[in-house]
């Protein structure tokens, strides 16, 4: 009963100060409050601690406001726009469609990426060519997601249409399952859809059910605007300098060629082949403090993870060394698969640590594979090229851009090493990326499911 007379007092005594605006309270609080959801589009779990499109844009905010990042994730995503609305978080950063339904009660920021609404089929089902093929199909969705809103708006024109709205899932598990035939149809945002075709190459799009519709952060609705103005100012900085274009490509960037057979064949040959070299990948990688999941990805792309294969240029074994570069590790059988493995990682790991100290991660990693491909020098060249077009040497975005340059007489004849094919550490990088995103949610999902507890017996 204390709180009541100070209430009462604050009434009539003018001296009783106004709450400061929200992006003050958030200084001297020191710490930004973000919820978002577990999601590959949003925030996760990886390799080198959390990551992910959002985790990535909020650590920069926070930064920019020299305060902590205090970032949570909901059960659900019915549950992450409560949170906001309540005050327990600053602002919600989760992949979100800024909706007019969602508009009612929330404010949102500025649009930072557009996304369609794209309906998902398996291959070897009926493809629904026109909406009422969608009539008596089972298609689930998330539960108070943009896609449910849009199922809303459909079944005004189409009055039997029916879903399922599940609260306990998230878009990478309905496809999961629509994969493994459990359901029929779903719906889920174009950048979802680029990421997991690579895990599931059978799922194929439809038809796009929207527009391109805006992904933003979410606000409660008050006349408060200081944090949202600085949210403002904070993409419109990004924007003019291409950091924003840059951590797009950095996750999704890499997916816009699509292999079907070949993603198909990978995925055979992670439960065929990987098995019997696994353990060296690991060990090897462990030796030379890399991922042992990137240098299995390498000896992918150079082999298939077959020892004896030999390249037209005389290149062999599953990391396909040449003879110098195996002399330079020490490696005297290029056959041998464990020298292979091994000799491989040293010379990944030797070539990284030559790439300039500007160069950042996740770059610097692009950087090592480009040159482990096609050498040093030529992506020395590349980044001249890039500086020599007012673009950044030290951001792989930029350079990969440049690199093939290197294949026309008008630039190569410029440069230090001359001519080499440019185009083809930029693909060389594509692939091993994609390879690398699938074994980190191959093994990811095996993590899980090990710690899972067993189901109990019931009589």
């Keep these: 009963?204390?709180?009541?007379?100070?209430?009462?007092?604050?009434?009539?005594?003018?001296?009783?100060?106004?709450?400061?605006?929200?992006?003050?309270?958030?200084?001297?609080?020191?710490?930004?409050?973000?919820?978002?959801?577990?999601?590959?589009?949003?925030?996760?779990?990886?390799?080198?601690?959390?990551?992910?499109?959002?985790?990535?844009?909020v650590r920069l905010f926070a930064e920019r406001?020299?305060?902590?990042?205090?970032?949570?994730?909901?059960?659900t995503l019915q549950e992450i726009l409560p949170e906001v609305d309540s005050g327990k978080a600053h602002l919600a950063a989760a992949s979100l469609t800024a909706t007019d339904e969602r508009s009612k009660w929330l404010t949102f920021g500025p649009a930072y990426q557009e996304v369609t609404q794209q309906l998902v089929y398996r291959l070897g089902t009926p493809k629904p060519q026109h909406l009422e093929d969608l009539?008596?199909?089972?298609?689930?969705?998330?539960?108070?997601?943009?896609?449910?809103?849009?199922?809303?708006?459909?079944?005004?024109?189409?009055?039997?249409?029916?879903?399922?709205?599940?609260?306990h899932t998230e878009s990478a598990e309905l496809l999961e399952r629509l994969a493994k035939?459990?359901?029929?149809?779903?719906?889920?945002?174009?950048?979802?859809?680029?990421?997991?075709?690579?895990?599931?190459?059978?799922?194929?799009?439809?038809?796009?059910?929207?527009?391109?519709?805006?992904?933003?952060?979410?606000?409660?609705?008050?006349?408060?605007?200081?944090?949202?103005?600085?949210?403002?100012?904070?993409?419109?900085?990004?924007?003019?300098?291409?950091?924003?274009?840059?951590?797009?490509?950095?996750?999704?960037?890499?997916?816009?060629?699509?292999?079907y057979v070949g993603t198909r064949s990978f995925m055979r040959h992670v439960q065929s082949r990987l098995p019997r070299y696994r353990g060296w990948f690991e060990q090897a990688a462990a030796v030379n403090?890399?991922?042992?999941?990137?240098?299995?990805?390498?000896?992918?792309?150079?082999?298939?993870?077959?020892?004896?294969?030999?390249?037209?240029?005389?290149?062999?074994?599953?990391?396909?060394?040449?003879?110098?570069?195996?002399?330079?590790?020490?490696?005297?059988?290029?056959?041998?698969?464990?020298?292979?493995?091994?000799?491989?990682?040293?010379?990944?790991?030797?070539?990284?640590?030559?790439?300039?100290?500007?160069?950042?991660?996740?770059d610097r990693t692009w950087f090592a594979l480009a040159a482990y491909n096609v050498g040093l020098g030529h992506v020395e060249d590349a980044r001249y090229l890039t500086e020599m077009h007012g673009r950044d040497p030290d951001k792989w975005i930029d350079v990969r851009e440049h690199l093939?340059?290197?294949?026309?007489?008008?630039?190569y004849k410029q440069l230090k090493r001359g001519y080499a094919r440019g185009w083809e550490p930029v693909l060389y990088v594509d692939n091993i990326r994609s390879y690398y995103d699938i074994l980190q949610w191959v093994t990811t999902a095996e993590e899980e499911e090990a710690e899972s507890p067993l189901p109990s017996d019931r009589t």
């Design 404 to 411: 093939p340059l290197l294949g026309q007489s008008k630039w």
């Design 1 to 57: 009963m204390r709180a009541l007379p100070f209430i009462v007092a604050c009434v009539f005594i003018s001296t009783c100060s106004q709450r400061p605006p929200i992006l003050e309270q958030i200084k001297e609080l020191g710490e930004l409050r973000v919820v978002t959801r577990n999601s590959p589009t949003a925030y996760y779990q990886g390799s080198h601690g959390p990551t992910g499109p959002e985790y990535d844009l």
């Design 135 to 167: 009539l008596d199909r089972h298609i689930e969705v998330i539960a108070g997601s943009a896609d449910a809103e849009t199922l809303r708006e459909i079944r005004h024109e189409y009055p039997e249409l029916a879903w399922v709205e599940n609260p």
């Design 289 to 362: 403090r890399q991922d042992w999941r990137l240098i299995a990805a390498i000896g992918y792309q150079e082999s298939h993870w077959m020892p004896s294969a030999v390249s037209p240029t005389g290149v062999r074994g599953i990391m396909m060394l040449t003879q110098t570069t195996a002399r330079q590790m020490g490696i005297d059988n290029r056959i041998d698969p464990r020298k292979s493995i091994f000799g491989g990682a040293q010379y990944f790991s030797h070539v990284k640590a030559r790439i300039p100290e500007a160069v950042a991660e996740p």
């Design 65 to 75: 406001l020299g305060v902590e990042l205090a970032i949570y994730t909901t059960k």
């Design 181 to 259: 035939g459990e359901i029929e149809l779903t719906i889920v945002d174009s950048t979802e859809f680029a990421i997991a075709r690579n895990y599931h190459p059978e799922l194929r799009v439809a038809m796009d059910l929207s527009e391109a519709e805006s992904l933003a952060w979410a606000f409660v609705n008050d006349n408060d605007k200081s944090l949202r103005n600085e949210v403002s100012a904070f993409f419109a900085g990004l924007e003019r300098s291409g950091e924003l274009q840059a951590l797009a490509h950095r996750y999704y960037g890499h997916r816009g060629k699509f292999d």
